[in-house]
């Protein structure tokens, strides 16, 4: 388990030993856990005094002890800058707690180099508490991610997460404007193939897939407000029964665009040909509502969070708006909290 942390204005990134790692060596265990840094250079940071322990002072040499913290100053293992604030929480009881997560935010990071993520905010701003997600968004869909406070509240809602007992509904900022007011996609969605292996397309041998749209709103600029109920679980669902139906997600990077927008926009960024195709800085989906029957009192529970700044400007007239600063042009599951599959425990909007 890992966390963030300041001493005398210098991040550190903390790291707990588990048992399984006690009696190797720091520099073993280090260089294991960060791939991208070698055993010998991890142990140059060791003697620069970037590494330290809350026991004792530290070899490369040492054998680590099950529960001893480990605090870390090497950058891209550490944090370079202060940390961005606890979500907006929206729900909260003794067993789950609910926030409304931007976008941009991963759930929970992956990969070598350090990146703020919302485990790790909620898990400081609840210090002793169990953080777990009962599900997850992608790092450019904002709205509501549902935590459990407790290794048994997470087994519950993870079961009525795979059993479909929670009830979601994401909003989504469309191009087009359908000259339906609802309608419902029963599509099945398997791998598009291409130069992208994280693409997902309507597919005859595909997994079974069905979305239901309800416009919302026409919008000026024909754009469209759409409030999205998936039934299914799949891989980016939403996304690409949107682009199915012909009418894909402004902002989205992959759908609606061909490949090498979004391979152009992962190695240079948001260059005036990106802008110009996507037309926003990142896709504009929101995780609107959830409900479900709560896993401790059986009462029913429904948790809102209303559109952020940035999507709701959009549905109030605003044109969309590609502003310095907010940027997510190389961003996407391939860089996700998301593991690859379709479990039916989230939907992979």
Known sequence: MSSFFQDQGRYFRQLTVPASAAGRRVDVFLSRRFPEWSRSLIARHIREGLVDSDRRPLKASSALRAGELLRVFVPGIAPTGEPPPMPLVVYEDDHLLAVSKPAGLLVHPVGQRFEYGLIGLVRDARPGRVIAP??????????????????????????????RLVQKSYLAIVRG??????????????????ELE?????????????????????????????????????????????????????GDKIYGQPDDIFLEGRSHGATPRVREAVGFPRQCLHAFTLAFVHPYTGAPVHIEAPLLPDMAAVTQGEAPAWNEGTEHAGHDVAESDEPEGDEPDAVRA
């Open 134 to 163: 009962a599900h997850r968004i992608d790092r450019e869909t904002s709205g509501i991610v549902l935590l459990a406070l407790s290794g048994e509240a997470d087994r519950r809602m993870k079961e009525a997460f795979k059993r």
């Open 177 to 194: 404007q359908p000259d339906w007011q609802s309608t419902t996609v029963d599509a099945p969605i398997g791998k598009a193939g291409g």
């Open 198 to 250: 994280l693409r997902r397309a309507v597919r005859d041998e595909g997994d079974p897939a069905t979305t239901r749209f309800f416009v919302e709103a026409l919008l000026p600029r024909e754009l469209a407000l759409l409030r999205c109920e998936p039934v299914t679980g799949r891989t980016h669902q939403i996304r690409v029964h949107l682009e199915h139906a012909g009418f894909p997600i402004l």
